[in-house]
């Protein structure tokens, strides 16, 4: 059973930091992985999909990695803005399945 | 191109009341995906939905259920309400590689926000 875990589950960084958020998953056996970022009250924006096949994407100031022999997936943000603050999830999808695992995500804010 | 529409937003039940909740993707988007998201369990899968066939179900009782429509459209349905069913009901659009022969894209609608009293 695929489960995936998100650290840390709060991180307050100041202005202009590069920060890294950590995802692991359990079963390598995934067909991609994605990052979404959620704010308050809202639904979930995608910002990084990366096949299995893949290494990483890159997104502007966003870059995702994923190695899947050791089960673990990672969420670069260079120059942080407090418009980044928001909760930042990665989701599995198993192979052969249509769905997504989420992790419990991790709060970010940024301080001006 | 219209986002994905969940209606309604808010909803207040009591315990044993039934309810629907309906999600209507984006325009061309053949799949649907359902999820509860509440505080203590985080975001769980509960179905997914192509060309109105059920692919995938969570691990949910049998009170949670859904369908779609041939326009795409989805709703989901939950009998006999319980406390626990308290939650942030997301419902995504899905736009598969393997069905589009472009990149998988998946937009989330805002979300319905049931409150069981």
């Known amino acids: 059973k695929q489960e995936v875990t998100q650290i840390p589950a709060a991180l307050s960084v100041p202005e202009g930091e590069n920060l890294v958020l950590n995802c692991s998953f359990t079963?390598?056996?995934?067909?991609?992985l994605q990052w979404f970022r959620q704010d308050p009250g809202k639904g979930l924006t995608s910002l990084l999909l990366i096949q299995s096949s893949q290494r990483e994407q890159t997104s502007g100031r966003l870059n995702a990695s994923l190695d899947k022999s050791s089960g673990r997936s990672t969420l670069y943000i260079a120059a942080s803005q407090p418009g980044d603050s928001a909760t930042y999830l990665c989701?599995?999808?198993?192979?052969?399945?249509?769905?997504?695992?989420f992790g419990t995500g991790t709060r970010l804010k940024v301080l001006a | 191109k219209a986002g994905v529409t969940q209606t309604p937003r808010y909803l207040i039940k009591t315990r044993g009341q039934q309810v629907t909740l309906s999600c209507s993707p984006i325009?061309?988007?053949?799949?649907v995906s359902w999820y509860q998201q509440t505080p203590g369990q985080g975001l769980q899968f509960l179905f997914e939905y192509f060309s109105e066939t059920q692919r995938n179900k969570g691990n949910f009782p049998g009170r949670f259920s859904g369908r779609q429509f041939s326009n795409s459209r989805s709703e989901m349905n939950v009998s006999t309400l319980e406390l626990g069913d308290s939650a942030l009901y997301l419902c995504?659009?899905?736009?598969?590689?393997?069905?589009?022969?472009?990149?998988?894209?998946?937009?989330f609608g805002p979300g319905t926000r049931l409150l069981v009293l």
């Open positions: 325009s061309g988007h053949r799949s």
């Open positions: 079963d390598s056996a995934i067909y991609n």
């Open positions: 989701a599995a999808r198993p192979s052969g399945t249509y769905k997504y695992i």
């Open positions: 995504a659009s899905v736009r598969r590689g393997s069905e589009s022969g472009r990149k998988e894209t998946q937009y």
